[in-house]
């Protein structure tokens, strides 16, 4: 009933589940510059159907210290979802700031075929989405990125932009020296010689792109109007939900604003900041060709990211696909499998027996 | 971090989960019966603190076959979800119709702190609640009940209906006789003879509750209007979804409708048939003592179930509780967790070392 996908299902109970340690072990075999490369080609292939997709807003559940959301979508033949969460504060307890797993299931039947880990596979989606942006967005000659903010999502930027776009030079600014040393001590075992600076101000000197990924949940203004000259492509990574941008207004107004999915950004976004009807444009429509990306040489293109189910689906049918034939999963017995479809009391009185 | 919780948590990047295999294990060491009882008091008293909850009607993803469904909740302290489908088709290919999966976190983190299968749950919790409403809306005195379509749930209800309030005589009815014998043979372990009849209108004669629980993706009039007597309880649980239903508009005009959450019934259940502005009451309301139960002798009373997300929030809660101290879960690794939380990238570097 199944054979619609890649996987084969001799059990009906089972459902393949990709650990945390295989999901490192995967990334590890693919390697994180290729497979960056390959999410972003993964992404852009699904924003070419995009029409085709049910899409809905993400269902959040918020509280003080962060949210919980649920993202799912789904193309007809194949339904997925992610869990994440978003809790600024837990990297003071040891904990990750986003955590996330999700799974993929087949519409035809609704049984769950794969369940993974997606908190290392967010980080990928998410910096792939961004290059997949500025491969369309940033000027061609560009050869330098300022990263303001170095957490955990910081080098996955880095090495996705210098995976698709052939980005080489990276300034590195965070209010916690330690963080930036923590990237370029990362970025280093990749052949990349990041510049630590002291102020936003230093690192978005001469930066033909600028990536925000900032985590604080706050309205923060990590970036003033002044310190972007006409041609930059902005890409904004940290300001993800209400109530937390990272952005002045005053750029906003300038910018040529690029969004996933507007009824989406128009809360969680910097846009959230200009009135709802403020013009913006769709990712997807310029990744399908329906529209130019940067029109001109001095145009601020700002890309407004928050995440959208669309890219974890295409990261999601990604890792599926990779599973065939490999050792990177185990079965979970995960749903209930009585001999006989109706019985599912019966089941119990033979799991008894 | 997560000392508000039961099981303690000496790695941050396990899941406590409970296999199929773990449920079945955990159920029989409890007794059916006995779960079924103590679940029906456990969603009592997560209704007696409904006003707490987020509340949302399920995201439903519609398809040709079926649907999907996510049911979040959260009562500020605990996060909880379940993924569940509905292929009404999905019996003839040896699939379940219904299958399902849940899972916790914390609030305060976002952290999961369980993730369990819920196919065998949910037709428990289903019901247990069923056997909540009847409690409160069934004659005192009644002691027969019909079951109109005797599939996966028709013998939970059956054991609920005991448990919970006593009845003892059950009355078979389904458009295939092998459903009714599979049925009468699994109650018939638990010491209850049920009567397989060969009608609807057999089945519900001298039934002081009728529970309708068939299955088909369509308008059905499984009973119609001349078949109801005053002072019935009308147990309708197996129209749950836009364009099923079971019931004919006439019964529901002349019934006491009472509802889980109004603004998910009004789409899936049986007043899906009736405008949109109909007079219903809340189930909680009356769990929680603000509106009496049962009015008079004579009213047709009638439980519009559909199942929400509190009542698997209520499930998943107790499943949780009786973890501590037993062996009914595994670990899953789940949870991406560097030595540093900023260093997701140094953890893959790592972890290819």
């Known amino acids: 009933m199944l054979a619609s996908h890649d996987l084969p299902r001799l059990k009906t109970n089972v459902v393949p589940f990709v650990s945390v340690h295989n999901m490192m072990r995967l990334v590890n075999a693919i390697g994180v510059e290729r497979m960056l490369a390959e999410l972003t080609d993964a992404i852009a292939t699904e924003f070419r159907r995009w029409p085709l997709f049910d899409k809905t807003p993400r269902v959040a559940s918020h509280s003080l210290d962060g949210v919980i959301e649920l993202m799912p979508t789904s193309d007809g ?24 797993f999700g799974m993929l299931a087949d519409v035809a039947t609704g049984y769950p075929i794969l369940l993974t880990e997606m908190t290392i596979l967010t980080a990928l989606r998410t910096a792939a989405t961004s290059a997949l942006a500025a491969r369309h967005l940033a000027a061609a000659s560009v050869d330098t990125m300022a990263i303001i903010g170095n957490g955990a999502q910081s080098e996955f930027q880095a090495l996705a932009f210098r995976a698709v776009l052939g980005v080489e030079r990276f300034r590195l600014y965070d209010i916690d020296p330690a963080a930036s040393a923590k990237c370029a001590t990362n970025l280093a075992r990749h052949g990349i010689a990041a510049t630590i600076l002291h102020s936003v101000e230093a690192a978005v000197e001469g930066a033909g792109i600028i990536t925000t990924v900032t985590a604080d949940k706050q309205c923060a203004t990590i970036l003033t109007d002044n310190l972007v000259g006409p041609g930059v492509h902005i890409n ?14 005053d750029i906003l107004r300038r910018s040529d604003i690029i969004v996933e999915y507007p009824p989406q950004t128009r809360i ?22 329906e529209e130019p990306g940067r029109r001109n040489a001095g145009d601020i293109t700002l890309f407004d990211s928050v995440g959208f189910a669309i890219e974890d689906f295409a990261a999601l049918r990604y890792v599926h696909a990779r599973l065939r034939g490999g050792d990177y999963h185990e079965e979970l017995d995960l749903l209930a499998d009585p001999d006989e479809p109706r019985d599912l009391l019966g089941m119990l009185h033979r799991a008894e027996a």
Chains 1, 2 share one sequence.
């Open 268 to 289: 969680e976004g910097e846009i959230q900041q200009l009135p709802p009807d403020y013009p913006v444009r769709e990712l997807w429509r310029i990744v399908a060709g």
């Open 236 to 249: 904004a990574v940290g300001g993800d939900c209400p109530g937390k941008t990272e952005l002045h207004a």
């Open 77 to 100: 033949a194949t339904y997925g979802f992610k869990y994440v969460n978003g809790h600024p504060k837990n990297g003071r307890g040891g904990l990750q700031t986003v955590t996330a």
